[in-house]
């Protein structure tokens, strides 16, 4: 293998794990292609590169009797790497750099969850919720109860509390729990489950927040 693509994947390694957490633990997100994922990973190995090196530059400003790789101090060898092409890769930086990168994929993974990112889209004005569809904005919503599920073509309607949810370009699953199957054109309450697992293709189900009182079944109870 090529000494440069060999040098490229060591440099970048930092950023390809914190890559693998956030495209793994993140919200709404279809499976990345190879030059995003790419993207992504240097991005975030960058960070981890600066997160490391403002470490060394703290531990500097604040010396004590303890070496904590006593191999870095000063600017990091990386940026004149980067930079000039001069000199070799010191591993340490690369380990280091590592140690920081699962830190980083997990802050990176929760602000894009939240979409907290620094309070940008307050300071922006917008309302756009970002470049996922809807579906998943609504199903990850934090206040969500209760939701209706209709399903027109088998005529049933499906109320629970939605555990997991998935989607790609075919179809969409929803897992939910504490269920209750109704028929949809006139309630019936004809079962209820533990969980249920629904998978159609995309926009074949309609899905409802449920109202504080659902609907009534024969037996004149009602779920809160």
């Known amino acids: 293998m090529n000494e440069v693509v060999i040098t490229i994947a060591v440099i970048l390694f930092p950023g390809f794990l914190a890559a693998l ?39 500097g400003v604040f010396p004590s009797n303890i070496d904590f790789l006593p191999q870095l101090t000063g600017e990091l ?17 690369v380990f280091a750099a590592v140690a920081f990168s699962p830190g980083i994929g997990i802050i990176t993974t929760r602000l894009a969850n ?39 073509e088998l005529d049933l309607m499906y109320e629970g509390t939605v555990a997991s ?5 075919d179809i969409q699953e929803i897992v939910l729990e504490n269920v209750r199957v109704f028929r949809n054109h006139d309630s019936e309450h004809l079962e209820s489950l533990t969980s249920l697992y629904i998978s159609k293709p995309a926009s074949e189900f309609l899905i409802e927040d449920a109202p504080e009182k659902t609907v009534e079944v024969s037996d004149d109870t009602t779920n809160k």
Do not use: C, H
């Not at 992504?40 to 981890?48: D, M, P, T, W």
């Not at 060898?77 to 930086?93: P, V």
């Not at 939240?114 to 579906?135: I, P, Q, V």
């Open 21 to 59: 957490i956030v495209e793994n633990f993140l919200n709404y997100s279809p499976k990345w292609t190879a030059f995003k994922f790419g993207i992504y990973s240097f991005i975030l190995g960058v960070l981890s590169y600066m997160a490391l090196q403002m470490s060394v530059w703290i531990i």
């Open 77 to 93: 060898d990386i940026w004149s790497f980067a930079s000039e092409r001069d000199g070799e890769i010191d591993l340490i930086e």
């Open 114 to 152: 939240n979409r907290n990112w620094l309070g940008l889209k307050k300071a922006t004005g917008s309302s756009k919720y970002g470049n996922e569809n809807l579906f998943s904005n609504f199903l990850a919503a934090k206040n969500l109860g209760f939701v209706y599920i209709r399903d027109y």
């Open 165 to 169: 949810f998935s989607e790609n370009d």
